[in-house]
């Protein structure tokens, strides 16, 4: 599946050029697992043999991440409108777990989503929660334009710097995946156990004394 993903991301190049480019990287944005670190360093590739130019490269490639982080952050926003409709978005997405991601993202948006531009698979998923979080739309479009920015350099360079061999770098960016989804599962799991203790020692605190 991984290699078929990255044939196709690299025909696409091949065909649409810089708007190739572009729509990949709205989409790794917009929740699609595409691999930036196929469509960058395979684009780096192509500015060594002068079919691109490098920080065009870089430039369109940090538009499509901030196109699809911002469609995103308002389907986020949109979740949030029906979220009354549906019994599961409420039990999902309770008033006290959007007033703790609310308080959350007001201290410490700037730096997830600065920083969370430049982790594997976090960075596909991160606009989400801070739609949720109904942080400032300015400010997150901002700080996603410096962190994918320096992500699309990065990435670009990479690939220009391997040239041919720009694949390598893939098996790195594997294996940091798997650290990465390990350890969101994990933090997944502590996040739900330590919501079922608190509910249980809310019903335990609710209960009055036996007459």
């Known amino acids: 599946m991984t290699s078929y993903i990255s044939d196709l991301v690299i025909q696409i190049i091949r065909y649409l050029g810089y708007p190739g480019i572009f729509i990949l990287m709205t989409l790794e944005s917009v929740n699609i697992p595409i691999p930036s670190e196929v469509i960058m360093p395979f684009s780096g590739f192509l500015v060594q043999n002068g079919t691109f130019n490098f920080w065009v490269v870089a430039l369109v490639g940090t538009l499509g991440n901030v196109a699809g982080s911002l469609l995103s952050y308002y389907l986020a926003e949109w979740i949030l409108y029906i979220r009354n409709r549906y019994k599961f978005l ?30 594997p698979v976090v960075r596909t998923f991160i606009s989400l929660p801070a739609g949720i979080g109904k942080m400032n739309a300015a400010k997150f479009t901002s700080l996603t334009f410096l962190g994918s920015a320096l992500w699309s350099v990065f990435l670009t360079y990479i690939g220009l710097l391997l040239g041919s061999n720009w694949t390598r770098i893939q098996r790195y960016f594997h294996q940091a995946d798997y650290v990465i989804l390990i350890l969101i599962v994990v933090s997944a799991l502590y996040f739900l156990i330590r919501r079922k203790k608190s509910r249980v020692d809310d019903g335990d605190r609710g209960e009055g004394p036996v007459s």
Do not use: D
Not at 94 to 116: D, M, P, V
């Open 90 to 119: 409420r039990l999902l997405l309770s008033e006290k777990h959007l007033e703790k991601t609310n308080i959350w993202f007001r201290k410490y948006g700037s730096y997830s989503i600065f920083f969370g531009r430049v982790v």
